[in-house]
């Protein structure tokens, strides 16, 4: 099974900051990387597909870049409604695996 | 758009099975689009894939599930399942169905979940 490893596990930041989350595949998966937003009880949310397609109705805010075994996901001025948890996942094949997930706190 | 919706009991015995189901409305379950899923989430951690099925009954799961789950289709009444044996307390979980649209794609429709615990 492909591991996906996401740092930080957990980050605070302030209104306005920019963002990086990191997400490291165990074998390289070309660009099959997805990016997803969860708030609490709720399911979760795709934002970035394919490494840094930006999905239909995500705010232009969200990045997402990387390839072979390297991704980040950027949000570029943090908005109070970003702050939730992310997940990488990687859908080269499955077993379709997520990183254990970064929490995103407001300092 | 399509809306998927979870449902089956809240609780489960240990040892007895699990079995949920997800109902499709604003497409076909024998749309040839999609992929339908079964994902979980222990309360407070991640996500883990259980497995897929596609309207021809291919279906594949989880290496650490797959003894145990059989996801299938049911044209009639536009749903899929999943049906899980022997639950545990590790089995205790909120299930989301949700959709995919093959290898290199996200899950792009999810349902709300639904919560199971594994309790005598």
């Known amino acids: 099974d492909i591991q996906m490893t996401q740092s930080p596990s957990s980050l605070s930041a302030s209104e306005g900051d920019r963002v990086t989350i990191t997400c490291r595949a165990s074998?390289?998966?070309?660009?099959?990387v997805n990016w997803y937003q969860q708030k609490r009880g709720k399911a979760p949310k795709v934002l970035i597909y394919?490494?840094?397609g930006l999905q239909s109705g995500v705010p232009s805010r969200f990045s997402g870049s990387g390839s072979g075994t390297y991704f980040t996901l950027s949000i570029s001025s943090l908005q109070p409604e970003d702050f939730a948890t992310y997940y990488c996942q990687q859908s080269f094949n499955s077993p379709y695996t997520f990183g254990q997930g970064t929490k995103l706190e407001i300092k | 758009q399509v809306q998927l919706q979870e449902s089956g009991p809240g609780v489960v015995k240990p040892s007895q099975t699990l079995s949920l189901t997800c109902t499709v409305s604003g497409d076909s379950i024998v749309s040839d689009i999609y992929y339908w899923s079964w994902l979980r989430q222990p309360a407070g951690k991640g996500l883990e894939w259980i497995g897929r099925?596609?309207?021809?009954?291919?279906?594949k799961y989880a290496s650490s599930l797959k003894n145990r789950v059989t996801i299938s289709v049911d044209t009639a009444r536009n749903q899929f399942s999943l049906k899980m044996t022997s639950v545990t307390a590790a089995d205790a979980a909120v299930y989301f169905c949700?959709?995919?649209?093959?290898?290199?794609?996200?899950?792009?429709?999810w349902g709300q979940g639904t919560a199971v615990t594994v309790s005598s």
């Open positions: 099925v596609y309207t021809s009954g291919d279906t």
């Open positions: 074998q390289s998966i070309s660009t099959h």
């Open positions: 394919a490494a840094s």
């Open positions: 949700a959709t995919f649209r093959g290898s290199g794609s996200p899950f792009d429709n």
